[in-house]
């Protein structure tokens, strides 16, 4: 997975390339925002602040311990003590010793940067520079402390401070010749460290670079990570070290190679761009919409790119379903057309769910496919989410099916991000999405939701829930199983899915007889003890509508004969009159599922049957 990331970094850097916004590895994007301006002879003139922009400096892995040549802040530059700091730590009731730790501190972040720029003290150029810290010091470093608070603002003061010739426009570490100088000493100590170490990259199997123990360097915006980045391979304690390697050289990764999939890994978690949307009130806003990540929850998130070049629209329609895309995208795999097979098959599509864990990357989840199965994999994912809804089909958005299982009034239940995480992987990798799923769903159809003020009950047996459900029932199907349907299936004589279908019916004949404003119907009140023991249920269940339907025998003939007759014949099928007498969790699922599917052909024949409608009218709760 690290090799592909590298891999991913490796491209991402040749384009830059290309694109001529990469000089080299030594060399990397800086912000900055105040220049400090200097004469020849290397007295001070004045601080200009500007609206903060990107400049290229020297490339360093970590700030700790280190120093950019001539572009950093004004501790480093300067050796400036913040006197509002010290007063604040005064206030706090901060010890002496404390301020004195502080003031320490800074001296030695300052002698940091004037060690680095000791190095470089052959290049002419930088003569002024010299002369500011050293011969003209009182008009020069000394004048510019003086200035600086007086200069500029409080709010300014922690940017990158630049220097520059009075009269010129380039800062002096942009010069050519002074990047030039970074690069050549920053190639002669990597290869003199090749030399001395003589040992190949895991990754790229070369020794062009060396492996060094420095940290990899931090990859921001981790779901539930920490704001200063979080690290995804470090040997930071003894215990992980082995065979006299000290920290990061056991993870045999070349610099190149860590630098390259942390950039990699950076790019997938913050690649996008703004999208317009229609906000609320009809108004254009704008969105920033990810190119390469998903979010699962608050703390999961999905990266995925591919080898070669390929635009992924599959997942947005994960996300997005459209009939006539899915409809495409299937017949495109059945019929395997040639040209789309030759450009797709070479290439590979990568995925990585990550976590934050404290400090590190937690990898929940690594796929790696060629891009053919994946195409096959989410064709069959919407054959199997598939369902009947209102007379047509429903494909549900991934992180709706997800959303079935969650207890939204819950803020402590995890199950979203984990059941997205499964969902992801079974459209992905064509898995079997663990029965806990099911259970999580079966739960959430026992909890009647008290309806809002002027409008009808909703039934928790939703749409998605019933999608959700013939997924996991039919991708943990056992041999000789039966198969779930999208829509009702008179050749399944499932007991349990028989038992549902006769249960739904009985709803109805509830609502036939006393109308929309019962209570607590049967529904509410036998979902539960139906669906777990039909056989007790049922026996009361049966006496109570045979009262009903004697009603509407005499109110509604017509009804009567319709609701009758579906009774007869689905017990019919229940071998021997004998209902089960309990259900397992498959079987839960599968009398859930006989449930939604005959409410879905009661809709279709209230449609067609005028008598029917009337008895079962204003029943929202059908087909819902
Ligand atoms: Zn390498």
């Given amino acids: 997975m690290i090799?592909?990331?590298?891999?991913?970094?490796?491209?991402?850097?040749?384009?830059?390339?290309?694109?001529?916004?990469?000089?080299?590895?030594?060399?990397?994007?800086?912000?900055?925002?105040?220049?400090?301006?200097?004469?020849?002879?290397?007295?001070?003139?004045?601080?200009?602040?500007f609206p903060r922009k990107i400049t290229q400096a020297e490339a360093i892995t970590a700030k700790k311990?280190?120093?950019?040549?001539?572009?950093?802040?004004?501790?480093?530059?300067?050796?400036?003590?913040?006197?509002?700091?010290?007063?604040?730590?005064?206030?706090?009731?901060?010890?002496?010793?404390?301020?004195?730790?502080?003031?320490?501190?800074?001296?030695?972040?300052?002698?940091?940067?004037?060690?680095k720029l000791d190095e470089y003290r052959e290049l002419e150029l930088l003569s002024p520079v010299f002369r500011f810290y050293n011969e003209n010091k009182a008009k020069g470093i000394e004048n510019a402390i003086k200035e600086f608070s007086v200069q500029i603002d409080k709010e300014q003061r922690s940017e990158n401070i630049s220097f520059r010739l009075v009269g010129k426009t380039e800062r002096m570490h942009e010069y050519p010749d002074v990047q030039n100088a970074i690069i050549s000493k920053f190639e002669n100590e990597q290869n003199e460290l090749i030399s001395t170490l003589n040992k190949k990259c895991s990754l790229c199997g070369t020794s062009d670079f060396p492996i060094v123990d420095k940290p990899h360097g931090t990859?921001?915006?981790?779901?539930?990570?920490?704001?200063?980045?979080?690290?995804?391979?470090?040997?930071?304690?003894?215990?992980?070290?082995?065979?006299?390697?000290?920290?990061?050289?056991?993870?045999?990764?070349?610099?190149?190679?860590?630098?390259?999939?942390?950039?990699?890994?950076?790019?997938?978690?913050?690649?996008?761009?703004?999208?317009?949307?229609?906000?609320?009130?009809?108004k254009e806003e704008t969105k920033f919409r990810f190119t390469n990540r998903r979010n699962f929850g608050s703390d999961t998130a999905m990266v995925y790119w591919t080898r070669g070049s390929y635009q992924l629209d599959e997942l947005d329609l994960l996300e997005t379903p459209d009939a006539g895309k899915i409809g495409l995208l299937i017949d495109s795999i059945v019929g395997g057309k040639a040209t789309t097979v030759n450009t797709i098959e070479s290439n590979t599509f990568y995925s990585c769910t990550l976590s934050g864990a404290s400090a590190r990357i937690a990898i929940r989840d690594w796929i790696e496919?060629?891009?053919?199965?994946?195409?096959?994999?989410?064709?069959?994912?919407?054959?199997?989410?598939?369902?009947?809804?209102?007379?047509?089909?429903?494909?549900?958005?991934?992180?709706?099916?997800?959303?079935?299982?969650?207890?939204?009034?819950?803020?402590?239940?995890t199950t979203l991000p984990r059941v997205a995480t499964q969902l992801w992987n079974a459209a992905l990798k064509q898995s079997r999405p663990p029965l806990w799923i099911l259970g999580a769903v079966l739960k959430r159809l026992l909890y009647i939701e008290p309806p809002e003020e002027g409008k009808a009950k909703s039934d928790p047996m939703t749409k998605e829930r019933a999608s959700l459900i013939r997924l996991v029932l039919n991708r943990n199907r056992k041999e000789g199983g039966y198969v779930m349907q999208k829509r009702l299936d008179t050749e399944n004589l499932s007991p349990a899915y028989v038992c549902g279908q006769i249960f739904a019916v009985l709803v109805d004949v509830q609502r036939a007889a006393l109308g929309k404003d019962v209570n607590a119907g049967i529904r509410e009140r036998f979902f539960s003890f139906a669906s777990t023991t039909?056989?007790?249920?049922?026996?009361?269940?049966?006496?109570?509508?045979?009262?009903?339907?004697?009603?509407?025998?005499?109110?509604?003939?017509?009804?009567?004969?319709?609701?009758?007759?579906?009774?007869?014949?689905l017990n019919a099928k229940i071998v021997g009159n004998i209902y089960p007498a309990t259900l397992s969790l498959e079987e839960q699922g599968q009398f859930a599922l006989g449930y939604y599917h005959k409410k879905q052909e009661t809709w279709e024949k209230i449609q067609e049957n005028k008598a029917l409608r009337e008895a079962l009218e204003n029943d929202e709760e059908v087909a819902k």
């Avoid at 990331?5 to 900055?32: F, P, T, V, W, Y």
């Avoid at 700091?85 to 940091?112: D, F, M, S």
Wanted: aromatic fraction near 10%.
């Fill in 369 to 413: 496919l060629s891009l053919l199965e994946y195409r096959k994999n989410i064709g069959q994912w919407f054959d199997d989410i598939a369902i009947e809804y209102f007379g047509g089909t429903y494909y549900a958005p991934l992180y709706w099916l997800a959303r079935a299982g969650h207890n939204e009034k819950s803020d402590a239940d």
């Fill in 534 to 569: 039909p056989a007790s249920a049922f026996g009361r269940l049966m006496k109570m509508s045979q009262n009903h339907l004697t009603k509407i025998k005499g109110e509604r003939p017509d009804v009567f004969f319709i609701l009758d007759r579906q009774l007869q014949e």
């Fill in 65 to 115: 311990g280190k120093a950019r040549l001539l572009l950093d802040k004004a501790e480093e530059v300067l050796c400036y003590k913040d006197d509002a700091y010290v007063e604040e730590l005064r206030k706090n009731g901060q010890t002496e010793a404390k301020i004195e730790q502080y003031r320490k501190g800074v001296e030695a972040k300052h002698a940091l940067f004037i060690g």
């Fill in 3 to 49: 090799k592909e990331l590298s891999d991913l970094g490796k491209r991402l850097r040749e384009e830059q390339r290309k694109q001529n916004k990469l000089i080299h590895n030594a060399i990397k994007d800086e912000s900055m925002g105040i220049d400090l301006l200097i004469r020849e002879d290397g007295s001070f003139e004045s601080f200009l602040a």
């Fill in 219 to 282: 990859i921001n915006r981790v779901p539930g990570g920490l704001p200063a980045g979080n690290i995804l391979v470090s040997y930071n304690e003894h215990a992980f070290e082995s065979y006299d390697l000290i920290g990061n050289e056991n993870s045999s990764i070349c610099i190149n190679c860590a630098r390259t999939y942390v950039e990699g890994l950076r790019w997938l978690l913050n690649n996008g761009h703004e999208i317009a949307i229609k906000g609320k009130n009809g």
